[in-house]
């Protein structure tokens, strides 16, 4: 441990899409080292298994400001983790967290990357990336919907791969609907889909579809499930999406 005025440390932790198989070294590392581990419900229930020693702090959903206010103010004599689901830069806490402490000064941290998502999903759908991607969050929360839908347009247009996270929460369904309606004005209905509900967790499953179809599915669709939509290049096999990364333009295979 660097030998700063005080002997805190405030790690920001990506802890993975939900096993604890799926949780980097370096995270269940500094978790076992921490003092307080700080987080939402569901992101703790993720990893007490591998917190033996340190105080959990659970803090409920929405209450992030104060719970990065509060690891903050910890870090300064305590060794601190606080974790988010995935990685913690991606819609994840490191933003926030790393304002506050701009604001408060003088903070020693350190970001703990972890698998995202995307990776997770990509992965259960066999290699639907593998190019270019795009992701794009469909939570209006913090972000304006005119923004969403100019971003959904450039990368539909651009023939990205799109990866969907918060396709929909409890109270904010249509903004699913409203996302495929405006790449499909760019997209053919052949254009490959993928939907993956809770990777490496409970009640993990996985689609493979197409964009013409992709609304016979809508209901299964969730705040737990990432949507990649291929480009124009990828194709569907065995419930599972290829999207060639270009050899075949060099090589005959
Ligand atoms: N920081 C997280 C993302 C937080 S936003 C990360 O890096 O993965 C929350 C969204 O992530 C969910 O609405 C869903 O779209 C996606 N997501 C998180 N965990 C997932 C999982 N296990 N399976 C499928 N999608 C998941």
């Known amino acids: 441990m660097s030998q700063s005025q005080s002997q805190g440390k ?31 419900g569901t992101y703790i229930d993720q990893v007490t298994s591998v917190v033996k020693n340190a105080e959990i702090i659970r803090s409920g ?5 104060e719970r990065a ?9 305590h060794v601190v983790s606080i974790i988010s689901g995935g ?10 967290v790393l304002e506050v402490a701009e604001k408060e000064g003088n903070v020693e941290l350190e970001v703990i990357p972890g698998v995202t998502a995307i990776s997770a999903a990509a992965s259960l759908l066999g290699a639907p990336i593998v190019n270019d991607f795009a992701v794009i ?18 990368a539909s247009e651009s023939d990205f791969v799109i990866a969907l996270y918060n396709p929909k929460s409890r109270t ?36 493979a579809t197409t964009l013409g179809k992709v609304m016979e599915y809508d209901d299964v669709i969730d705040m737990s499930t990432t ?6 290049e990828s194709r569907l096999w065995n419930n ?11 090589y005959r295979y």
């Open 10 to 40: 405030l790690y920001i932790v990506g802890i993975g899409p939900g096993s604890v198989e799926h949780l980097t070294k370096k995270a269940e590392q500094v978790l076992i080292e921490s003092d307080y581990v700080i987080g939402n």
């Open 61 to 65: 959903m929405g209450g992030e400001v």
């Open 69 to 77: 206010k509060k690891a903050v103010e910890l870090s300064r004599n």
């Open 87 to 96: 990685d913690a830069n991606v819609y994840g806490m490191a933003g926030l």
């Open 137 to 154: 969050s469909l939570s209006d929360l913090l972000t304006p919907v005119e923004m969403i839908e100019r971003r959904l347009r450039a």
């Open 172 to 207: 904010r369904k249509q903004n699913f609907a409203m996302a495929i309606g405006i790449i499909r004005e760019s997209r053919s209905d052949e254009n490959t889909v993928g939907i993956v509900k809770n990777a490496t967790r409970n009640g993990e499953s996985v689609i």
């Open 227 to 232: 949507v990649i939509i291929g480009n124009s």
């Open 240 to 250: 599972r999406i290829i999207t060639p990364r270009g050899y075949q333009r060099k």
